[in-house]
């Protein structure tokens, strides 16, 4: 296995690019393609400040560190979920990485400052644990970029994510989502801009990239979020890539190139009727956001006892 | 295991829609779904001259049944693609269905009457053999029903056929076809009205009917459809559909609620584009129609020999 560029010993194969790549230049086809996503989709200016969602796992500490050495001006933000030792562990990547690399980072614990942890927030407003800490994690992403007076907002969403994404909200036909499934959404009405630079990268490379790193990252997915339908899209799209290696990128920038215009309309028309959280001032289709909603529910009620979650970090 | 609608002893259980039912009320529920789609789609007039594409499979000789029960006027259309002993063994199963059921069967055979078959088409033409059979099937249903004055022409497609032409469609974003992809198409520019019945129903379900009633079908699929994309693609929604089941009607009849007009564009552009095949007459958007180019490339070209193949009816 050679690599397509130097011809010396290859580290790792990418089907999709059928291609292998040494060290030096997989890292370097790392970093070109993150280069490329952002100015195909005006994602960063130069002197932007960037805030990144870091969760402690490999896509979040791997786009931290690919803007920090493209020399952005980068900080990292970790939300403390409270969800028993995971979030506990998690925390610590995300802190070592930061104290390694000299970077800032900033924490914001659910529990000690809002009242509530995911598992008993999701109790107590009934919703799926991954639907009560997506709306928890965007309300408070959003927040610490308008307060800090940050420019923009990346998310370590790769490309593996992406196309579930997207399968989920076709099966469903979930024609808001699918106008919004953009890899940047511009700020607009009290939101900041947000942008997912590797998008053109997959799950596996960027696994590889953080151990040809060295950098060690949470490695068990969120106990919370076993048997959840996201899941059970990856897999099926796992499948067919397998046969078809390329498939998640052609439909995920088949979508963007000739399909997300048409369901446009449908965002728009939920955009113009936002108004001001009454609680909080965040935007919000409602009188309170659910942020606030979730909150004022979830204060004060039990946290929930999980069991122990073990972590490794990657040889 | 009870009947839903008589308590009865079950002998099908369909996990969408979360019901079983004993022979007579399957039976029923089968006619019923084939009855509110002909009218929830305006399919077929009762006064209609129907002609059913009949393969000798489980869908076309069901849908014919159905059609024959519900008193529609409905003749029987058996193409004799050459492909080997899967051909005469499907062929059989057409014939002995209209025998036994004292209908009339109309039989087109493809290397007697135009020289060549499928696998030798295919090769000519440098084509997957699906693709070359697909263009075959549609242009001699096509004549067939225009030649002899058929109002509509009924094809078997079901809810798990349809599920996953969708998907494949979907994961390259195939919009000319998306926008056509409807369980009706209008008669127009020289093509007739074609209607698939079936797309309430899946696949189990219409060889539990063929069982129920005793229609033997060839079992086996084509031999040379082994390892094609559809295939994979069907994989992928059944393993969907097992933990989540309902998700096939789902992303389907969404589909058609919420997308499929976004897409109508696409299809009247390429439609106000035919012409008419200066060798045959059929709509084309060339000078010469793919069957017609297929046809000429193959036509004098050698048979393939293929292996033979098993079939078995059901018990």
Request: aromatic content about 8%; hydrophobic content about 40%.
């Amino acid at each position: 296995m050679k690599c397509r560029v130097c011809r010396g010993p290859a580290v790792i194969d990418i089907r999709r690019h059928n291609a292998n790549f040494c060290k030096e230049h997989f890292l370097r086809l790392c970093r070109d393609q993150v280069t490329k996503t952002i100015a195909e989709f005006d994602m960063i200016a130069p002197t932007d400040r960037v805030l990144v969602a870091v969760s402690g796992g490999k896509d979040s500490l791997a786009v931290w560190d690919l803007l920090l050495d493209l020399g952005y001006d980068a900080d990292g933000l970790y939300l403390g979920l409270g969800i028993s030792d995971y979030s506990d562990t998690s925390g610590q990547f995300a802190k070592d990485y930061a104290a390694g690399r000299g970077a800032k980072l900033i924490e914001i614990d659910l529990p000690s400052e809002y009242g509530f942890d995911i598992p008993a927030g999701a109790k107590a407003v009934k919703r799926a644990p991954c639907s009560a800490c997506g709306l928890s994690k965007r309300h408070l992403f959003d927040k610490a970029a308008m307060d800090g007076g940050y420019d923009v907002v990346v998310t370590g969403h790769n490309l593996d994510d992406e196309a579930a994404v997207l399968f989920g909200n076709t099966l469903h036909w979930q024609t808001d989502y699918l106008g919004r499934q953009m890899p940047v959404l511009p700020a607009r009405n009290g939101f900041p801009k947000k942008v997912k630079p590797l998008v053109r990268l997959g799950e596996r490379e960027m696994a590889a990239y953080c151990v040809l790193q060295g950098i060690d990252y949470i490695v068990e997915e969120c106990p919370m979020a076993s048997g959840n339908k996201h899941i059970g899209y990856k897999e099926a799209l796992n499948a067919i890539e397998a046969t078809s290696p390329g498939t998640k990128h052609t439909f995920y920038f088949g979508f963007l190139a000739r399909a997300a215009e048409r369901f446009r309309d449908d965002v728009e028309a939920e955009r113009d009727a936002l108004l001001s959280c009454a609680r909080c001032g965040a935007p919000t289709s409602n009188e309170v956001c659910q942020f606030c909603r979730l909150s004022e529910r979830a204060a004060g009620a039990q946290p929930v006892k999980m069991s122990a979650t073990r972590t490794k970090s990657p040889a």
